[in-house]
């Protein structure tokens, strides 16, 4: 009898054991970690605007219960607690939310306090999509972590199909040599390894900067003139200012300014790896299309 009894609350402890490694959810993170759930997550903390977008497009918004400033998309996420700026944290104000799931920017959070984090046992999930398709898993493996898969899956499948749809209209266009704007004061564009980068080529542009070494490139206007692009693409300080653009009006030699392709895009749309990105995208690629209708 005992060797029965024995026997059987072995295999029930096996059993309860395997349900519970069959009942978590796993997904491999952006420094290419597994990151475990053994329930979804009900509270999480996003620790930049892009995650916050991402954890929104996934379905799991109701959840978010941290933030960091400038999450302003979806309108909601703004009446969400926030807990300081990407670049340094609340630490006390984020533990006392008690998350259960931290949504963090591989090379945008201080590496220090993501350290921390993990070392008091939270459960930290690092993203940092440079490609269409690592948006678009970014936002399926939230929704595994967050047991939203059937609406993540589908915005992600939306999102790719957008894609394929500009790429298919794009392929053959004229190319188009093109500046994009990131940031003034130092003045900055992106190599051809960023996504933005890749936005523009989407769009049948030529990014002159996409041989430059440094993700970030900082330049001189010097080093734009030379480049002699035929459109330029700048964001600016909010979703409507474009004083940006203004400066670059002194230099009518230039093409880009000599055809008047000085171009407009609300940075939220392609400065952060969200779905949002094929807003921002449709957009682009219009401009684009108007610079080559002025040749």
């Not at 509270?43 to 996934?58: C, D, K, V």
């Amino acid at each position: 009898m005992r060797t029965a009894l024995k026997t059987l609350l072995l295999t029930t402890l096996t059993l309860c054991s395997a349900k519970s490694v069959m009942a978590q959810q796993c997904v491999v993170d952006d420094r290419q970690r597994t990151v475990c759930m053994d329930k979804p997550a009900q509270r999480i903390a996003t620790l930049s605007p892009g995650a916050t977008e991402l954890a929104f497009a996934a379905g799991a918004g109701s959840k978010v219960v941290a933030v960091v400033s400038y999450s302003d998309y979806p309108p909601q996420a703004k009446q969400i607690t926030s807990v300081g700026s990407h670049t340094r944290i609340d630490m006390e104000r984020l533990v006392s939310l008690q998350p259960d799931l931290v949504l963090a920017w591989r090379t945008g959070n201080p590496p220090e306090q993501i350290d921390l984090l993990e070392k008091m046992g939270q459960t930290v999930f690092i993203i940092e999509p440079h490609e269409f398709d690592e948006i678009a898993t970014a936002v399926k493996r939230i929704g595994t972590l967050a047991g939203t898969e059937v609406v993540a899956d589908d915005v992600a499948d939306t999102f790719l199909a957008g894609i394929e749809q500009l790429r298919e209209r794009y392929q053959n266009a004229p190319k188009v040599r093109t500046f994009y704007q990131v940031w003034d004061e130092p003045l900055m564009s992106m190599s051809g390894k960023h996504y933005i980068s890749k936005v523009v080529a989407l769009c049948g542009g030529v990014n002159v900067f996409a041989d430059s070494s440094r993700m970030i490139p900082r330049l001189n206007v010097e080093s734009v003139l030379l480049q002699n692009p035929e459109a330029i693409i700048a964001g600016g300080m909010g979703e409507e200012n474009s004083s940006w653009l203004q400066a670059w009006r002194a230099f009518p030699e230039m093409r880009a300014t000599a055809q008047g392709n000085l171009f407009f895009v609300p940075p939220s749309l392609i400065q952060r790896p969200t779905p949002r990105v094929l807003e921002g995208a449709r957009i682009l690629c219009d401009k684009l299309d108007i610079a080559r209708a002025r040749r």
